[in-house]
């Protein structure tokens, strides 16, 4: 499953962008439900999930923030390449196309089935290094280091499946995630229309 993954992410970048989001989505839930990954979406877990995913995702949100002070970061942010409108990029190609479609295929398919065959730490690693190589794509089409953005990535990808283990709900992990990527997204956008408001002045 993880070699599967793995693979996916070199083959759907390069589908029409149209079917990117529901092919993604579609994918993660139907692995979901052939190995029976919990979900943790009703209470007690939930809760609990919510609660610490919320933590975390103010803490993210909060550093990007702060970041955004520094001229590098915010000039780097500004030359970020926005897919598509700003609105369905922000409403529906992180949340759905990368949030729930990454979450439901690496931390709770991949990583129930990991955590069965080698235990819970031995298969959080493998889903995060597979999280990281499945990246491989993204890092050459923004010109950024490959074993950069593996390590990065593969960091994260542990710790979002800790969140996960930890809250035993995939919201933690979801919440997270749609920080991480929503804060950057939505910090990229606000630089590049104060430039442009700026401009036009």
């Given at each position: 499953?993880?070699?599967?993954?793995?693979?996916?992410?070199?083959?759907?970048?390069?589908?029409?962008?149209?079917?990117?989001?529901?092919?993604?989505?579609?994918?993660?839930?139907?692995?979901?439900?052939?190995?029976?990954?919990?979900?943790?979406?009703?209470?007690?877990?939930?809760?609990?999930?919510?609660?610490?995913?919320?933590?975390?995702?103010?803490?993210?949100?909060?550093?990007?923030?702060?970041?955004?002070?520094?001229?590098?970061?915010?000039?780097?942010?500004?030359?970020?390449?926005?897919?598509?409108?700003?609105?369905?990029?922000?409403?529906?190609?992180?949340?759905?196309?990368?949030?729930?479609?990454?979450?439901?295929?690496?931390?709770?398919?991949?990583?129930?089935?990991?955590a069965q065959s080698f235990g819970p730490r031995w298969g959080r690693v493998l889903q995060a290094a597979?999280?990281?190589?499945?990246?491989?794509?993204?890092?050459?089409?923004?010109?950024?280091?490959?074993?950069?953005?593996?390590?990065?990535?593969?960091?994260?990808?542990?710790?979002?499946?800790?969140?996960?283990?930890?809250?035993?709900?995939?919201?933690a992990p979801m919440l997270a995630h749609l920080a991480v990527n929503g804060a950057g997204a939505v910090?990229?956008?606000?630089?590049?229309?104060?430039?442009?408001?700026?401009?036009?002045?």
């Amino acid at each position: 499953m993880a070699a599967a993954l793995v693979g996916w992410s070199l083959v759907a970048p390069k589908l029409p962008s149209r079917w990117q989001v529901p092919l993604n989505a579609g994918l993660g839930g139907v692995l979901v439900w052939w190995t029976d990954a919990p979900l943790g979406l009703r209470p007690p877990a939930s809760t609990h999930g919510v609660r610490l995913g919320l933590r975390v995702a103010a803490a993210v949100s909060t550093t990007v923030a702060s970041a955004m002070a520094v001229p590098a970061v915010r000039s780097g942010a500004r030359r970020r390449t926005i897919p598509g409108s700003a609105a369905e990029w922000l409403l529906i190609r992180i949340p759905i196309g990368t949030v729930w479609s990454e979450e439901a295929a690496f931390r709770a398919a991949l990583g129930t089935v990991a955590a069965q065959s080698f235990g819970p730490r031995w298969g959080r690693v493998l889903q995060a290094a597979a999280f990281g190589l499945s990246h491989v794509v993204d890092a050459r089409g923004a010109g950024e280091t490959v074993v950069g953005t593996v390590a990065v990535t593969g960091a994260a990808g542990w710790v979002f499946g800790w969140l996960y283990d930890r809250s035993g709900s995939l919201a933690a992990p979801m919440l997270a995630h749609l920080a991480v990527n929503g804060a950057g997204a939505v910090a990229a956008v606000a630089a590049q229309t104060s430039r442009l408001s700026a401009s036009s002045k």
